[in-house]
């Protein structure tokens, strides 16, 4: 399973971006999916994830009401609005995927599938 995110970029507060991470057609209907981010010299942290079929989504309290997480079924990918930017937004933000995440979506540990990253930076 590859994933390929893309939509990073240097913003100023208060702005807004998207983040897309496609994944192959034969796994997107099968496969739970969803965003980490680690900011330098910190732990990586949960972002958010839509179960399969988009019946389920969660997102970090740290960015709930700024962002929004949603499944395109015609391109295949799993996006991330990123409303409202905060400098401690500023992150390598990495999609996941994982066939069966279980209850705790939360932990790195549940997601098998990673993508390569991408560099958000929030300027004050």
């Known amino acids: 399973v590859q994933l390929q995110a893309s939509g990073g970029g240097l913003v100023q507060a208060g702005d807004s971006l998207r983040l897309s991470c496609s994944i192959g057609r034969r796994y997107f209907n099968s496969y739970s999916l969803g965003w980490f981010r680690q900011a330098p010299g910190k732990e990586r942290e949960f972002v958010g994830y839509v179960m399969y079929g988009g019946s389920r989504t969660l997102l970090a309290d740290s960015v709930k009401g700024r962002f929004t997480i949603f499944r395109d079924n015609a391109a295949n990918t799993v996006n991330l609005f990123m409303n409202s930017l905060k400098p401690e937004d500023t992150a390598v933000y990495y999609c996941?995927?994982?066939?069966?995440?279980?209850?705790?979506?939360?932990?790195?540990?549940?997601?098998?599938?990673w993508g390569q990253g991408t560099q958000v930076t929030v300027s004050s």
């Open positions: 996941v995927a994982q066939l069966l995440v279980g209850s705790t979506p939360t932990v790195d540990s549940a997601w098998h599938y």
